[in-house]
């Protein structure tokens, strides 16, 4: 889908704007965007965290060259020591708003980034909670603003917080929920077909077009401060 991989390709770009010897995706599920980073990357560092215990021994199985672990970075909890203070570059995308404590979730963010150098690139969604979004756990989304606010109150410097995505991003969203039941079977629970090919290629020429100040979809960008 489009708007899965314009994520990518800016994280890609985001990963590349600065030396990043160690990356940790929170929320990593199958591990795509670490093979996604390491193709592009080779040679950083890389762990995964996700809730599922399950998927971190399948991807430990799959690929014992990726640093992966299990919690739940959505309450408080001691991190493990290897994890502290370690990572360049901290990735979470599209998870902040599958949490109920986004303070608390940052806070855990907060901790694994390196002191005075380590960043956070986040990826969330702006604007009204759809019915599509509610269906695959969406509780709430962010402004630019309160994104900034809550950033700061977990301990990060915000350094760019921005909308992008318009007018594609949104227009898609618009239409997926027109008739939410139709769009969840075609594209979220069956295999895709030569329409629904020809549908994701169009959009993805399409984003090319999106405004990178503009849309529904909402990226960050933060600094651990060097004191905290």
Not at 118 to 144: D, W
Request: charged share 30%; hydrophobic share 40%; aromatic share 8%.
């Amino acid at each position: 889908m489009a708007a899965p991989r314009f994520r990518v390709e800016t994280f890609l770009r985001l990963i590349a704007d600065e030396s990043t010897a160690s990356l940790v995706d929170l929320g990593c599920g199958n591990g795509l965007l670490l093979g996604e980073i390491r193709a592009r990357h080779d040679g950083i560092e890389l762990a995964g965290v996700d809730l599922s215990q399950a998927q971190i021994e399948a991807n430990r199985s799959r690929d014992p060259g990726v640093d992966w672990h299990a919690m739940d970075l959505d309450r408080s909890l001691g991190l493990p020591a290897d994890l502290k203070d370690r990572f360049d570059a901290v990735v979470a995308s599209e998870i902040i708003e599958h949490v109920r404590e986004p303070r608390t979730f940052l806070e855990n963010a907060l901790r694994m980034a390196r002191p005075g150098r380590g960043r956070l690139l986040l990826s969330t969604q702006s604007g009204r909670l759809r019915e599509t979004e509610r269906r695959v756990g969406h509780l709430q989304h962010f402004t630019a603003e309160g994104m900034k606010g809550l950033l700061r109150e977990a301990g990060w410097e915000p350094v760019r917080v921005w909308n992008a995505g318009f007018p594609f991003h949104d227009l898609s969203k618009w239409y997926a929920n027109r008739d939410p039941d139709a769009t969840m079977q075609r594209f979220g629970e069956q295999s895709y077909g030569l329409r629904e090919d020809l549908v994701c290629w169009a959009l993805r020429a399409a984003f090319r077009l999106n405004s990178n100040r503009r849309g529904a979809q909402l990226f960050a960008m933060a600094r651990r401060p060097a004191s905290h």
